[in-house]
Nanobody
């Protein structure tokens, strides 16, 4: 089992910045992908960004504004969000995908609210 604890959400004005953090603990996988997803009211959960040993991946809507990074020593992943827009308002979820013996395990954090409003 892998536990994920997120922090860093809040209320910010359009054009502002926030940094989300997520710390993973438990029975870690040597092969894994960490990332962030978000879900706005009335919408499906969508990918924001992922990071693995193979590199990073971003949704088109956040490219050039958001940066994902990870600290493998701390089993942590971060999301630096700049030039935030009202449409970025959502609950942001940390995700950990572990791969072992052909099986994928999917873990989620509890979510942190990001609200972009003037």
């Amino acid at each position: 089992q892998v536990q994920l604890v997120e922090s860093g959400g809040g209320l910010v004005q359009p054009g502002g910045s926030l940094r989300l953090s997520c710390a993973a603990s438990g029975n870690m996988f040597s092969l894994n992908v960490m990332g962030w997803y978000r879900q706005a009211p009335g919408k499906q959960r969508e990918l924001v960004a992922t990071v693995s040993s193979g590199g990073t991946n971003y949704a088109d809507s956040v490219k050039g504004r958001f940066t994902i990074s990870r600290d493998n020593d701390k089993n942590a992943v971060y999301l630096q969000m700049n030039n935030l827009k009202p449409e970025d308002t959502a609950v942001y979820y940390c995700n950990y995908k572990g791969y072992r013996n052909g099986v994928t395990r999917d873990y989620w954090g509890q979510g942190t609210q990001v609200t972009v409003s003037s």
